[in-house]
């Protein structure tokens, strides 16, 4: 049985500018090359779960434009059930303007638009949807009041909740107490416990924080070494795999929508699903841009037997 995943999030029209270098303050630099596809957190996502072989639903609002029109038909493209996406007559869709420098690094300014405007209400209106699914996934380019009501009726209906703090905020204390599973990076763990990411002790720390904050699991992704978890089983590191980053854009992302995919609600087959999880984002950051290098279920086999 494939795995439910509902994904309260971000739908953003992504704008990548590739340069040679990032611009210094007051520089003015031209670009090589300019490309838009669809994008958000939460979008991206959504779309690593459904190519992993979940079945996909997605919560959340769009613009009355042209914007949101694409955004929805993206997610359509991808099988993923957009009956929750609500239109903002009075709000424009989110977007994203990324810098991209030759070394693959990138810096990202973001419009929250519509995003912003998810309201508690429409959340619970969708309380139905929430019940079907074994997770659900949301990050912080959208509400936190919509969060804590999803996760809320979530945990009424025994699903499993996944918070990605991403961008890093000030968390709502009550959000975390309804949190099975927290998936930070490194920077972001550290800003949300105040202990910085240094070493496996470090790392121990941050999961003993969490604990005290509500948390029960942690996952820290480290970039390219890999990712920590730690859960009421044990705690250990699974090592990325190497390979040449040629754009590390939603990365992060492969990474949560893949590994809820493959992860069993328990979190009993943590390992399996985050060496599956490490080997979809390794794909992702070999392909240009956010959605388009996401890869399939297939395409992650592929590349795990070569």
């Not at 007051?26 to 670009?31: A, D, N, P, V």
């Amino acid at each position: 049985m494939a795995n439910q995943v509902t994904v309260l999030g971000s739908l953003n029209v992504d704008t990548t500018l590739r340069l040679a270098r990032m611009p210094q303050p007051g520089e003015t630099l031209s670009t090589e090359n300019k490309t838009s596809a669809a994008g958000g957190k939460g979008a991206n996502q959504a779309v690593a779960a459904a190519r992993a072989g979940a079945v996909t639903r997605f919560i959340g609002k769009v613009g009355n434009d042209d914007a949101g029109r694409f955004m929805v038909e993206s997610l359509n493209n991808d099988h993923i059930d957009t009956s929750a996406i609500v239109t903002d007559p009075a709000v424009g869709t989110g977007s994203a303007f990324i810098l991209l420098d030759e070394a693959g690094q990138n810096s990202i300014l973001v419009y929250g638009g519509s995003n912003q405007q998810i309201k508690s209400t429409e959340v619970a209106a969708v309380e139905a949807e929430i019940a079907k699914a074994d997770f659900l996934i949301t990050q912080f380019e959208t509400p936190q009041a919509a969060t804590l009501t999803a996760f809320t009726i979530a945990k009424q209906h025994g699903v499993t909740t996944i918070l990605n703090p991403a961008p890093a905020a000030k968390i709502d204390p009550a959000i975390l107490k309804v949190t099975d599973l927290v998936v930070p990076n490194e920077t972001e763990s550290a800003i949300l416990t105040g202990i910085e990411v240094t070493d496996v002790a470090s790392m121990d720390a941050n999961a003993k924080k969490f604990q005290e904050m509500g948390a029960k699991n942690l996952i820290i992704t480290v970039g390219s070494k890999g990712a920590y978890y730690s859960t009421a089983a044990g705690s250990g590191f699974v090592p990325a795999f190497k390979v040449k980053a040629v754009d590390t854009t939603a990365a992060g992302d492969t990474f949560i929508g893949a590994l809820s995919s493959q992860l069993k609600p328990d979190l009993s087959n943590i390992e399996t699903a985050l060496v599956f999880a490490q080997r979809a984002s390794s794909l992702t950051v070999q392909g240009l841009g956010a959605m388009p290098s996401i890869p399939t279920y297939d395409q992650v086999i592929a590349a795990s037997q070569k």
